[in-house]
């Protein structure tokens, strides 16, 4: 898939484009039908299928003190775009001036004039354009004067629920983990390097790798089994999410105590892949208990492999 960032650097003389519009956060269930959607409508009319998206989420710009938490990186989201099909995906930086941009001035001059859109796909729920006043009923209207294609893909429910973007938020901040996957599609997961801590696991008997997070967790503190990912290889591991009460640390870390694993993760990039919490971050009254219950937890890890 080709990344191209910023319209600036969109090929002038580039074919006529089918483009699916949208923040796309987290690419769940609902994002993988629109841009299903685009490359279909591509590739019954022979155009390139384009993914229209930003950097940052918009909220972050208008409103940044109620800006939601990313369920994905800009690469983690672009690198799940390239698994649909999709042939190109356009980052457009997200700026005041962009927010500015009436809505029809979006269409005629973003979409139609720069990205060749012959086919438009959006949410049913999507909005864009200078206070968000463009919307699915606004791109039907301007579709025949135009000369394009207005495709809406309606809203997804997965077991009576809708999928979205602060659906996924709320199931991660409860430690639901099977809920956010059923509707993402896919385990939920997170990348971040090995870095040097304390060492305190060791001591323990169980050593861990501290991983510092791309980006904030979303997750409420306790103790997950997750699949730590490194290179090609993937391992069980009982990952800590907390503050560490029991040593009257403050500062939130993620700790890794890969299961039959004895290499040197110092420095390496990673995936953490969360499949189930096993229960709350509590304080111990002795490292005993804790080494204790560690052992209690990488038994259930193992139980649940």
Same mark, same amino acid.
């Given at each position: 898939?080709?990344?191209?960032?910023?319209?600036? @650097?969109?090929?002038?003389?580039?074919?006529?484009?089918?483009?699916?519009?949208?923040?796309?956060?987290?690419?769940?269930?609902?994002?993988?039908?629109?841009?299903?959607?685009?490359?279909?409508?591509?590739?019954?009319?022979?155009?390139?299928?384009?993914? *229209?998206?930003?950097?940052?989420?918009?909220?972050?710009?208008?409103?940044?003190?109620?800006?939601?938490?990313?369920?994905?990186?800009?690469?983690?989201?672009?690198?799940?775009?390239?698994?649909?099909?999709?042939?190109?995906?356009?980052?457009?930086?997200?700026?005041?001036?962009?927010?500015?941009?009436?809505?029809?001035?979006?269409?005629?001059?973003?979409?139609?004039?720069?990205?060749?859109?012959?086919?438009? /796909?959006?949410?049913?729920?999507?909005?864009?354009?200078?206070?968000?006043?463009?919307?699915?009923?606004? +791109?039907?209207?301007?579709?025949?004067? +135009?000369?394009?294609?207005?495709?809406?893909?309606?809203?997804?429910?997965?077991?009576?629920?809708?999928?979205?973007?602060?659906?996924?938020?709320? #199931?991660?901040?409860?430690?639901?983990?099977? @809920?956010?996957?059923?509707?993402?599609?896919?385990?939920?997961?997170?990348?971040?390097?090995?870095?040097?801590?304390?060492?305190?696991?060791?001591?323990?008997?169980?050593?861990?790798?501290?991983?510092?997070?791309?980006?904030?967790?979303?997750?409420?503190?306790?103790?997950?089994? *997750?699949?730590?990912?490194?290179? @090609?290889?993937?391992?069980?591991?009982?990952?800590?999410?907390?503050?560490?009460?029991?040593?009257?640390?403050?500062?939130?870390?993620?700790?890794?105590?890969?299961?039959?694993?004895?290499?040197?993760?110092?420095?390496?990039?990673?995936?953490?892949?969360?499949?189930?919490?096993?229960?709350?971050?509590?304080?111990?009254?002795? /490292?005993?208990?804790?080494? #204790?219950?560690?052992?209690?937890?990488?038994?259930?890890?193992?139980?649940?492999?």
């Amino acid at each position: 898939m080709q990344i191209v960032r910023g319209l600036e @650097s969109f090929p002038p003389d580039a074919g006529p484009s089918a483009v699916a519009l949208g923040a796309f956060d987290g690419i769940h269930l609902g994002h993988r039908a629109i841009l299903g959607m685009a490359v279909t409508q591509a590739r019954q009319a022979r155009l390139r299928a384009i993914a *229209c998206t930003f950097d940052r989420h918009p909220m972050e710009v208008l409103q940044p003190d109620r800006a939601p938490l990313p369920i994905t990186t800009l690469e983690e989201r672009l690198a799940l775009i390239a698994e649909t099909g999709i042939d190109t995906s356009v980052v457009m930086p997200f700026t005041p001036a962009v927010a500015g941009i009436e809505a029809k001035a979006f269409v005629q001059d973003v979409l139609i004039g720069t990205l060749r859109a012959r086919e438009i /796909v959006v949410g049913f729920n999507h909005r864009f354009g200078r206070g968000a006043r463009g919307d699915a009923a606004l +791109l039907g209207t301007l579709a025949a004067p +135009l000369g394009f294609r207005a495709h809406v893909v309606p809203a997804l429910t997965v077991d009576g629920v809708a999928v979205s973007s602060s659906e996924i938020r709320a #199931a991660l901040q409860r430690g639901d983990l099977p @809920s956010a996957a059923r509707l993402l599609g896919r385990p939920y997961s997170i990348r971040g390097e090995v870095v040097r801590g304390a060492g305190r696991g060791r001591t323990l008997g169980f050593p861990t790798a501290n991983v510092k997070t791309e980006r904030p967790l979303g997750l409420p503190v306790g103790v997950y089994v *997750c699949r730590l990912r490194v290179g @090609s290889g993937e391992h069980q591991a009982v990952v800590n999410v907390g503050f560490r009460p029991t040593f009257g640390e403050t500062e939130l870390s993620v700790e890794a105590h890969v299961l039959d694993f004895t290499g040197d993760l110092y420095d390496e990039q990673v995936t953490l892949t969360f499949t189930r919490r096993l229960r709350e971050e509590r304080k111990f009254p002795s /490292v005993d208990a804790l080494r #204790a219950q560690i052992a209690l937890d990488v038994a259930a890890a193992r139980a649940a492999s």
